[in-house]
């Protein structure tokens, strides 16, 4: 699952033959606001560009809902409201607002009674018809360990997922597990189906797809190999401009323009500019 953070990012995991992408946060308060990762990002700019995502594919899109951007209420509301936009899914952590990216050091989640309550709001909002997927996220691994110890913090992580699986998460996210045997465990110890990020340079091993199936994984996200890319290729295109060159390791104009729909664009014209008989007046 790759993931996206605009409707042309999106567009091209889906013309790339991909089954369904994520609206990945880091990604889209990078691209959108070059921020960091860090909730500084409202919901209200989040749903709009997740709009435009829902917009420009036919896939599912799974959103990014955060903390779920306050109490249980609130939770409730942004559950709703992604739906309403066209997500097919929203994940929803355990962080202490405002969170941060999984793999920046996270230090604080908030307790297992609040993160049930939040689970719970949004199971709840799923009920009463926003027909979505709900990804439970849990940081505990990460959080806790200074206060834990690594086995703790990863025990408190999976008793926690477990509550969520309980209450009617669809899909569960233990972020940021350290090495292929806490991977394992996870999805031995926890029923249900299982997430997992494959962030390059993240705490998280990057392993092949069949290793991941293996150990218990039903979907494999790729949150920043997108925008990785396209940083990497807009800094090199810039150097060469700035040398006086014009980069030559681009996509066609032709191609550009097909890939935002000028073609579609010209043939739906076309088709309102013939003429009609049905309705001419006599």
């Not at 809902?65 to 899914?89: K, L, S």
């Not at 360990?145 to 086995?151: I, T, W």
């Not at 806490?182 to 189906?193: F, H, N, S």
């Not at 190999?225 to 014009?246: D, E, F, I, K, N």
């Amino acid at each position: 699952m790759p993931c996206c953070f605009d409707g042309l990012s999106a567009r091209l995991v889906e013309q790339a033959g991909f089954p369904l992408t994520f609206m990945s946060g880091f990604a889209v308060s990078a691209a959108r606001a070059a921020l960091p990762d860090t909730g500084l990002l409202s919901v209200t700019e989040m749903l709009d560009q997740g709009r435009s995502i829902c917009d420009a594919v036919s896939i599912p899109v799974i959103g990014d809902g955060d903390t779920g951007h306050g109490n249980a209420v609130n939770v409730h509301r942004t559950v709703a409201q992604f739906a309403r936009a066209g997500f097919a899914g929203l994940m929803i952590e355990d962080q202490v607002a405002p969170k941060r990216c999984g793999h920046t050091g996270v230090k604080e989640v908030v307790a297992a009674t609040e993160a049930r309550r939040r689970m719970r709001a949004a199971v709840s909002a799923r009920e009463q018809g926003a027909d979505m997927v709900i990804v439970a996220r849990t940081d505990a691994r990460s959080a806790l360990e200074a206060s834990l110890g690594p086995e703790r913090a990863l025990t408190e992580a999976i008793d926690r997922l477990k509550a969520f699986a309980d209450l009617g998460a669809d899909l569960l996210f233990l972020e940021a597990p350290r090495d292929q045997a806490e991977m394992a465990r996870c999805c031995r110890e926890v029923p249900g189906l299982h997430m997992v990020n494959m962030l390059e340079g993240g705490i998280t091993p990057l392993l092949p797809v069949p290793r991941l199936s293996e150990l218990g994984y039903s979907i494999a996200a790729y949150p920043l190999t997108l925008l990785g890319c396209a940083v990497h290729a807009m800094q090199v295109a810039l150097a060469q401009l700035a040398a006086g060159q014009t980069p030559k390791y681009r996509v066609s104009f032709e191609r550009l323009r097909s890939i935002v729909g000028f073609d579609a664009y010209d043939a739906l014209l076309a088709s309102y500019e013939t003429p009609s008989t049905s309705g001419a007046e006599g």
